[in-house]
């Protein structure tokens, strides 16, 4: 039984207008999308700005209301509880942001920050929280001082680790990880990934790691979700997906990770041209008369894809 399954989830924003201020339309930021994650493993998901990620992320957690579908956690159907106190859910499932500059309020200290959560969640003595929070900050390698500054004491990296070592307060067993590295250089990006990986390993955690960029999630992901339109283009195993990428925009995703290795510069230029090339001659064959991507249909047990 999955961690988490989420089935056909839609989450449609009104688009209000007139005098009247009368819903005219929709914005199908998610229109649905199912998938599911295992206990200890991270599925990617990744898809250009505006493809409905960070909305997928936000109606798992409750910060977006879920239009339809339904979300499964250890098999039983929680979906009417999302976003309310159904503590085993809103402890289990946690979730970090890209930019922790602002996800971290600047005012309070990092004592306070990591602390909050144990506050609303636990009824534990100033001596037992003092303890837990050395133990979270020690999780995410920062010293016991780190405690008593604040966010601007810390640099992006830093920051990320007490937006994680916060997330973990609760011990969950997914977290979301909204663009985790995207605003990070590239060195501290693997510092913060690798890391990731260590606490997953450490906590038998699992993650939905969201980026607009395949090549980051590459190394952390067992499975990956491709996201377009508000849709899944693409689904199946890392390898199915990198080695045989079948939708167009998972191709010109692929195509677009830059090659460092010199010898197949001229391999990936090549690759890179046919796409932008069938990008333009055959978008046709990839979505519908309405530019809506079609239902996934599968090639194999771990490939689906979304052809007609
Ligand atoms: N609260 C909201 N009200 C109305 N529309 C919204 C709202 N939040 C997001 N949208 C729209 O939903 C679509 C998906 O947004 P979302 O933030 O999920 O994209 P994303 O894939 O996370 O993009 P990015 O990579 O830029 O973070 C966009 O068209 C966005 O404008
Ligand atoms: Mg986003």
Known sequence: ???????????????????????QNYVKAVDGVSFKIEEGETLGLV???????????????????????NILYDGKNITKYVGKNHSEYRRGVQMIFQDSYSSLNPKKRVLDIIAEPLR????????EEKKRIDELLDIVGLPPEAALKYPHEFSGGQRQRIGIARAMALKPRLIIADEP????DLSVQAQVLNFMKEIQEQFNLAYLFISHDLGVVKHMCKNIVIMNKGRFVEKGSKESIYNDPRHIYTKRLIAAIPNIDPDQREESQKFRDRVTEDYSNKYNDYYDKNNHVYDLKKISDDHFVALP
């Open 1 to 23: 039984m999955a961690l988490l399954e989420v089935n056909d989830l839609k989450v449609h924003y009104p688009i209000r207008g007139g005098v009247f201020g009368r819903v």
């Open 47 to 69: 898809g250009e700005s505006g493809s409905g990620k960070s909305t997928t992320g936000k109606a798992i957690i409750g910060l977006a209301d879920i239009t339809a579908g």
């Open 120 to 127: 609303n969640f636990e009824k534990s003595t100033p001596l």
């Open 181 to 184: 590295v995207s605003a990070l």
